[in-house]
């Protein structure tokens, strides 16, 4: 049974940091490209970060220079490391992981306060 379970999202003002964490089981994680993606109120999902199989980062441009995705392939975990966070960076932040077959976390809420 394939698990992704997103931790670490919360409130934070404008500027503070978060630091998300996906933790996987029931996947051969080194085969997985990695990524968070974000859906805010009333907005269609977007691909924030994403770190390939072979360690390679893309970044959306709202938030490069600021957030920070790194896998740990022993620990079968990626995280996302989230500083001078804005307003507009409130969503529900989920997880993904996609191979041959795509598979996502539940989501965590992340606000941030102006």
């Known amino acids: 049974q394939v698990q992704l379970v997103e931790s670490g999202g919360g409130l934070v003002r404008a500027g503070g940091s978060l630091r998300l964490s996906c933790a996987t089981s029931?996947?051969?994680?080194?085969?997985?490209?990695m990524s968070w993606h974000r859906q805010a109120p009333g907005k269609q999902r977007e691909l924030v970060a994403k770190?390939?199989?072979?360690?390679?980062?893309i970044y959306a441009d709202s938030v490069k220079g600021r957030f920070t995705i790194a896998r740990d392939n022993a620990k079968n975990t990626v995280d996302l490391q989230m500083n001078s966070l804005k307003p507009e960076d409130t969503a529900i932040y989920y997880c993904?992981?996609?191979?041959?077959?795509?598979?996502w976390g539940q989501g965590t809420q992340v606000i941030v306060s102006s």
């Open positions: 029931g996947i051969t994680f080194t085969n997985y490209h």
């Open positions: 770190v390939t199989s072979g360690g390679s980062t």
């Open positions: 993904n992981a996609q191979a041959f077959r795509s598979h």
